[in-house]
Nanobody
Framework: QVQLVESGGGLVQAGGSLTLSCAASGRIFTYNAMAWFRQAPGKEREFVASVNWNGGSTYYADSVKGRFIISRDNAKKMGNLQMNSLKPEDTAVYYC?????????????????WGQGTQVTVSS
């Protein structure tokens, strides 16, 4: 069993930066990939970024590539999402998720543990 708790959301101006954190409990977290998804009002939950079990491989949605950086620290059971050059369209609730596989993936159904989400609002 894995429990995930996100933090670090808030209100930021366009062009600014924000770093989200995901604190995990449960040993399984360190063996499997983790990701960040986001959901804007009235829209489907969408993939943002993922990292494999040891942090050696990452994958990003085109919409955030070059602006966001995903990382993890298995010793601390933590994951982070550094968000730079934020845009109003990045406004959403951001969710941390833990996969059932070790390899990085963008497929939502392969993530079986989810946090409660943290709100990110980017003002123009």
């Amino acid at each position: 069993q894995v429990q995930l708790v996100e933090s670090g959301g808030g209100l930021v101006q366009a062009g600014g930066s924000l770093t989200l954190s995901c604190a995990a409990s449960g040993r399984i977290f360190t063996y499997n990939a983790m990701a960040w998804f986001r959901q804007a009002p009235g829209k489907e939950r969408e993939f943002v970024a993922s990292v494999n079990w040891n942090g050696g491989s990452t994958y990003y949605a085109d919409s955030v590539k070059g602006r966001f950086i995903i990382s993890r620290d298995n010793a601390k059971k933590m994951g982070n999402l550094q968000m730079n050059s934020l845009k109003p369209e990045d406004t959403a609730v951001y969710y941390c998720a833990s996969s059932k596989y070790a390899s990085t993936t963008y497929i939502r159904d392969e993530y079986i543990y989810w946090g409660q989400g943290t709100q990110v609002t980017v003002s123009s």
